[in-house]
């Protein structure tokens, strides 16, 4: 019953590297998200797909880039990591169809990031 | 994309009920309103959601008014595993294929 499962938990990153966060779901659910959340904040939508092969941008995608080659995975890359990218980083997953029926979306545990 | 308004902190006592409101005054005929609730160190989790009727589970209750522009998240006893930050978010029904949180309430509760 793993849901939806991020790693690594936590992470340290220095100026300038980069990284992926990895988010896996296996609940056959097509729609994927990832989320930022800085301290004391709500979460910002950084991108989100639809499906396999499909992404698209959220409110704060400038930095990342995604990949969705397989329904389960949606990797999150981070290319020039800078301190502003420090925060909780949050993948989800939901169910939706075209005739209007979706399931609530599950949330990752989330991956803590900081930048130095 | 419709937003919703929240205080941005609330308290309760424990084994009372507690009433979150949200206001979403430019709710669209096809946006339901889902609630989702953080507890400290966690990644959200889902409650509840309703299209214009009221609507209970085992978590909550959610009050919809007529006009559907505002709402409110009612939980009737609440303990102190309920303090969390709790998000009213709207959701098209036919393109939430993203969906925005808001700041939330962060609800405190007094033992």
Redesign the interface.
């Given at each position: 019953n793993a849901g939806v499962t991020q790693t690594p938990k936590f992470r340290i990153l220095k100026i300038g590297q980069s990284m992926t966060l990895q988010c896996t779901q296996d609940m056959n659910h097509n729609y994927m998200y990832w989320y930022r959340q800085d301290p004391g904040m709500g979460l910002k939508l950084i991108y989100y797909s639809v499906g396999a092969g499909i992404t698209d941008k959220g409110e704060v995608p400038n930095g990342y880039n995604v990949s969705r080659s397989t329904t389960e995975d949606f990797p999150l890359r981070l290319e020039l990591a800078a301190p502003s990218q420090t925060s909780v980083y949050f993948c989800a997953s939901s169910y939706g169809d075209s005739k209007g029926a979706y399931t609530e979306a599950f949330f990752g545990q989330g991956t803590r990031l900081t930048v130095v | 994309d419709a937003k919703t308004t929240q205080p941005n902190s609330m308290e309760s006592n424990e084994e009372e009920p507690v009433h979150l409101p949200c206001n979403h005054s430019t709710i669209s005929g096809?946006d339901y309103i889902?609630w989702?609730r953080q507890l400290p160190s966690?990644?959200?989790?889902?409650v509840i959601?309703g299209l214009t009727s009221n609507v209970n589970n085992r978590m909550a209750s959610l009050a919809i008014a007529e006009d559907r522009k505002s709402s409110t998240l009612i939980l009737h006893r609440a303990t102190l595993r309920d303090a969390a930050?709790y998000?009213c978010i709207l959701r098209d029904?036919?393109t939430?294929?993203?969906?925005?949180?808001?700041?939330?309430t962060s609800l405190t509760v007094i033992p």
């Open positions: - | 096809t889902h989702y966690q990644g959200p989790e889902y959601h930050v998000y029904r036919y939430g294929n993203q969906f925005y949180f808001g700041t939330g």
